[in-house]
T-cell receptor, first 116, second 111 residues
């Protein structure tokens, strides 16, 4: 079974600075998807970014980018120019490319605080 | 543009009571899932469905029942609520190779 590990329960960053959240995963599969979800205090689950394992190029969405290291099974999220609205729980998630889209495996999350 | 709608948003039950958490999506997604979120645990999969009439168990299925009679609806049933089922419940839907869309969650407390 796949597992996802987020080793940083809490992180903090100064507004306008850059922060990197770590995620490692364990799988024997070669084809899969990785995601970062943001959960603000409103409780909504918001997709931040996704990465297909077969793509070597790291995904980027505006101020959010990932460092995907397939051999090391590492998938970190970098937030540049941090804003107060980035404060939230961030979850890393894994999904197999086989068997459909119904099963996500989540890490335990990292709580990000943004200091003004 | 409703997306995934969960009802109710909050519920308090007594031990032993039964209830159904409702989930509906209007995107014609074939895949639907239920997760629970507990403090420090992330989200864990309870049950999922790959289409109408087809359901299967996830990581933590005990104490929960599901059915999928239509593409749109995927209710989660607690037959005899226990305090260990106090949690926040999320429903999600997706289509092939696309990210899951989540509902806003239901906070359930069992006394």
């Amino acid at each position: 079974a796949q597992t996802v590990t987020q080793s940083q329960p809490e992180m903090s960053v100064q507004e306008a600075e850059t922060v990197t959240l770590s995620c490692t995963y364990d799988t024997s599969e070669s084809d899969y998807y990785l995601f970062w979800y943001k959960q603000p205090p409103s409780r909504q689950m918001i997709l931040v970014i996704r990465q297909e394992a077969y793509k070597q190029q790291n995904a980027t969405e505006n101020r959010f980018s990932v460092n995907f290291q397939k051999a090391a099974k590492s998938f970190s999220l970098k937030i540049s120019d941090s804003q107060l609205g980035d404060a939230a729980m961030y979850f890393c998630a894994y999904r197999s490319a086989w068997g459909g889209s119904e099963k996500l495996v989540f890490g335990k999350g990292t709580k990000l605080t943004v200091n003004p | 543009n409703a997306g995934v709608t969960q009802t109710p948003k909050f519920q308090v039950l007594k031990t032993g009571q039964s209830m159904t958490l409702q989930c509906a999506q209007d995107m014609n997604h074939e895949y639907m899932s239920w997760y629970r979120q507990d403090p420090g645990m992330g989200l864990r999969l309870i049950h999922y469905s790959v289409g109408a009439g087809i359901t299967d168990q996830g990581e933590v299925p005990n104490g929960y029942n599901v059915s999928r009679s239509t593409t749109e609806d995927f209710p989660l049933r607690l037959l005899s609520a226990a305090p260990s089922q106090t949690s926040v419940y999320f429903c999600a839907s997706s289509t092939l190779n696309q990210p899951q869309h989540f509902g806003d969650g239901t906070r359930l407390s069992i006394l």
